[in-house]
């Protein structure tokens, strides 16, 4: 089956600094990468998406990456705010086979003010 | 829309207790799965199913049973609740067309066995 390995698992910038979080997998069959914010005590909320058609997605100051050759695929959030502080996962599924998402450990950013 | 909706929000449940999680959608979504998050983890599939009538176990199955009777409920068992068990889990749901693979999260249900 898949896996998904997510580095680093903490992450503290100053406010304005930019934040790159990496993810790897393993099944050359994915072909779906989201990313995931979560607050304390609340559900995953998807942030922005890439298929594996795409190598680049931007929206306003969050990226995403993805290197298929490598099997490796990157969040980047630019102009850090407080409010960016959370707990980030990647996550990867065959979009087309199912609801069948594996993700990462999580990375958990902190934004200084 | 309400979304995806997951009852209880809370629940304890001693050693051996059985109960069942309900979670339903009005998106007309065909694609819902059960993951459950541990402290400090992502999430792991538990069970998931593409349509009603048809259900698949996914990564971490042992100790639960699913049925898909309907479109719109997706209830999760716990068989035998063992402490191991305690966790948090979601409830996801998407559409089955390939326009969008985005899945939409349940709120949440924070399960804690004694």
């Known amino acids: 089956g898949e896996n998904v390995e997510q580095h680093p698992s903490t992450l503290s910038v100053q406010e304005g600094d930019s934040a790159v979080i990496k993810c790897t997998y393993s099944d050359s069959a994915s072909n779906y990468f989201p990313w995931y914010k979560q607050e304390l005590g609340k559900r995953p909320q998807l942030i922005i998406d890439i298929r594996s058609n795409v190598g680049e997605k931007k929206d306003q100051r969050i990226a995403v990456t993805l290197n298929k050759t490598a099997k490796h695929f990157s969040l980047h959030i630019t102009e850090t705010q407080p409010e960016d502080s959370a707990v980030y996962f990647c996550?990867?599924?065959?979009?087309?086979?199912?609801?069948?998402?594996?993700f990462g450990g999580g990375t958990r950013l902190m934004v200084k003010p | 829309n309400a979304g995806v909706t997951q009852t209880p929000k809370f629940q304890v449940l001693k050693t051996g207790q059985s109960m069942t999680l309900q979670c339903a959608q009005d998106m007309n979504h065909e694609y819902m799965s059960w993951y459950r998050q541990d402290p400090g983890m992502g999430l792991r599939l538990i069970h998931y199913?593409?349509?009603?009538?048809?259900?698949d176990q996914g990564e971490v199955p042992n100790g639960y049973n699913v049925s898909r009777s309907t479109t719109e409920d997706f209830p999760l068992r716990l068989l035998s609740a063992a402490p191991s068990q305690t966790s948090v889990y979601f409830c996801?749901?998407?559409?089955?067309?390939?326009?969008?693979?985005?899945?939409?999260f349940g709120p949440g249900t924070r399960l804690t066995v004694t």
């Open positions: 996550a990867a599924s065959r979009g087309n086979a199912g609801n069948m998402l594996t």
């Open positions: 199913s593409v349509g009603a009538g048809i259900t």
């Open positions: 996801a749901s998407r559409t089955g067309t390939l326009s969008t693979y985005e899945q939409y």
